[in-house]
């Protein structure tokens, strides 16, 4: 009897101390800063983010129904497969210009968390090892973290696959890819990545936070295949969708 209440009231001290816990540690909601004990997002906020349509699995084209769209089936991109999370806009658009311009590494853990709970959700074979799209050097320098490595750490642990910043290399120090319209966005990628090691994985997953022509992902994706890769994914939080004109 004795022992019993001993239980209980060590149960109900255990319980306070982890409520006490759990407010001190409560972090405002990223989106509308409801203090919250869930992952940076109130559940209001979570629920109401907007949602991707059924997209081509290998270049992640919108279409209406089947796998993939007509142009892959005709000349497919480089990459064997592209998952993304959300569609590119208010509010993943700030939520991604917070990660990357202003330090927020928290949306790095809400988005990762979120990836590897679809891939739970839909899963399929995962590859042997994550890697960030890297930054040239001088960029990396200067921004003092690459937001897409951010994003593949936490994926890292989550998903107990390999994670690799070291084999894939920038050499060329491009113009960022948003700067350019879309029709010199290809030119601009050519030739920016290198292999700095050999005997790379059979099948990769490339990291990276927004996928718009996807021709940075596909020049990454060629470079891993000439060195021996045999599949290469890409993974990306959110999707441009441009409604009025063709792109892949
Ligand atoms: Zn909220
Ligand atoms: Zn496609």
């Not at 806009?89 to 979120?114: G, M, R, T």
């Amino acid at each position: 009897m004795l022992m019993n209440s001993l239980t209980a009231s060590r149960h109900k001290i255990t319980h306070r101390i982890a409520r006490l816990y759990s407010k001190l540690i409560a972090t405002p909601c990223l989106l509308c800063g409801t203090h919250t004990d869930q992952l940076s997002l109130c559940p209001s906020c979570a629920q109401s983010l907007p949602q991707l349509p059924h997209l081509c699995q290998r270049c992640a084209l919108p279409i209406t129904q089947g796998e993939y769209c007509g142009q892959c089936l005709i000349n497919p991109p480089a990459r064997h497969m592209t998952r993304c999370l959300y569609p590119y806009q208010s509010p993943i658009d700030h939520l991604i210009a917070d990660l990357k311009y202003h330090e927020q590494l928290s949306v790095a853990n809400l988005f990762a968390n979120q990836f590897a709970t679809q891939l739970q959700v839909h899963p399929h074979t995962m590859p042997d090892c994550l890697m960030p799209i890297p930054l040239h050097p001088i960029r990396l320098r200067h921004r003092g973290y690459n937001q897409s490595a951010e994003i593949a750490k936490v994926l890292s642990k989550r998903l107990d696959i390999p994670y690799d910043d070291r084999t894939l290399c920038r050499i060329k120090n491009t113009q960022p890819q948003t700067s350019l319209p879309y029709s010199e966005r290809k030119k601009n990628i050519h030739s920016a990545f290198k292999c700095c090691r050999q005997s790379l994985p059979r099948h990769i997953a490339l990291i990276d936070d927004v996928l718009t022509t996807g021709h940075t992902a596909d020049m990454a994706a060629k470079t891993l295949m000439q060195n021996g890769v045999k599949k290469v994914e890409l993974w990306t939080i959110a999707r441009t969708i441009r409604h009025h004109s063709k792109y892949g």
